[in-house]
């Protein structure tokens, strides 16, 4: 049997008379990564605030470790670990002294010890005496994820935690984050990366302007999008009016000059594909085979591409 770690019913939140959580209800099972993704402004930050008993809710139930949020505030602050989206590290202090602070705080038995080995896990040692001031935007994330795991908390709550840094520094973060729950601890992780959602997580949910638009495994939302196809560009529209004479069953985007042609991606279909082309004389100028991931997921419930397809 799995143990719920986070239960969340009918939570609302409103600034004002701005409604920002419209309704929320999920669980998340324990030692298991649950990711909750969204644009800007959808609702994450909030969410995270509610949960780890920073912010008050309007209305509904939370109860994170067995203890509700609004009542059991103390037991709750206990059992979790909290990485906000901007790095809670004291800039006057080093590493090493931001961390021995955290162990203190915490009451940490043998802090000198879990410090020296957070600062290794997190390759760390040589700055360790340095002044946190002079770290990079990336050190100081990873310092501020390693003062989170002081005192081992068995739920933690990571509010994008990669923005920001270099693809190798992601994958210690993710490599970190997988090694945590090997050892049983359950992530909260918000992200606006849909790539880092589909290498960790076990279970995500799709919020925007305040409501969960999908729920369920990195492979349950793909299979919500329309399948593998072939997409084919070409050169004008006389040749895409060509194209989409031949093609039965093509859907035609006339801006972009391509057409989107469903198929099953195999090297038959294909060869079958581009035979009929050449019958016609027809030339595309690209051709490549789409499998659906994250971000068309993001695009089709949100109407919007997400941060990283635009980054692209
Ligand atoms: N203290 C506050 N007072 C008023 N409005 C707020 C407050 N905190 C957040 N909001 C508003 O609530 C909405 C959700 O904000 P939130 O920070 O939860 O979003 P987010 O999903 O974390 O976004 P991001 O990806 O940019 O971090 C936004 O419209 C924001 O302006
Ligand atoms: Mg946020």
Redesign the pocket.
């Known amino acids: 049997m799995t143990s719920t770690a986070i239960a969340v019913t009918g939570l609302r939140k409103a ?2 008379d ?1 409604v ?1 959580l419209d309704g929320l209800d999920f669980d998340v099972a324990a030692g298991s990564v649950f990711s909750m993704l ?10 995270v605030n509610v949960l780890a008993t920073l912010l008050k809710a309007d209305a509904g139930t939370v109860r994170v470790a067995g203890h509700d949020v609004a009542t059991e505030t103390r037991q709750v602050r206990a059992a979790i670990g909290v990485t906000g ?1 901007f790095a809670a590290v004291d800039e006057l202090l080093s590493g090493r002294e931001n961390l021995q602070l955290m162990a203190d705080l915490k009451r940490v038995r043998s802090g000198d010890q879990v410090v020296g080995r957070l600062l290794e896990r997190f390759d760390l040692v040589e700055a360790a005496d340095k002044m946190s001031s002079t770290y990079s935007g990336g050190m100081r994330r990873k310092l501020d994820l390693a003062m989170t795991l002081v005192g081992s908390p068995r739920i933690i709550f990571l ?2 935690p990669t923005t920001g840094l270099d693809p190798r520094s992601r994958r210690t973060m993710w490599g970190i984050v997988r090694e945590l729950v090997a050892d049983g601890t359950t992530i909260f992780l ?1 992200t ?1 990366y849909l790539e880092e959602a589909d290498q960790l997580a076990d279970q995500v949910v799709v ?1 925007d302007q ?1 409501r969960l638009v999908a729920q369920g495994t990195p492979e349950e939302l793909k299979r919500q999008v329309p399948g593998t196809h072939v997409r084919l560009r070409f050169a004008d529209l006389d040749e895409l009016d060509a194209a989409a004479r031949v093609l039965a069953g093509a859907t035609r985007d006339d801006q972009e000059l391509i057409l989107r042609m469903p198929s099953d991606g195999q090297s038959r279909s294909l060869r079958a594909l581009l035979d009929r082309l050449d019958e016609h004389d027809i030339n595309a100028q690209e051709f490549s085979v789409h499998t659906p991931d994250l971000d068309d997921v993001f695009l089709a419930l949100t109407g919007r591409p997400s941060a990283e397809a635009v980054a692209q």
Do not use: M
Request: charged content about 20%.
């Open positions: 600034f004002g701005k920002v969204g644009p800007n402004g959808a609702g994450k930050t909030t969410t989206q509010d994008e918000t606006q919020l305040g």
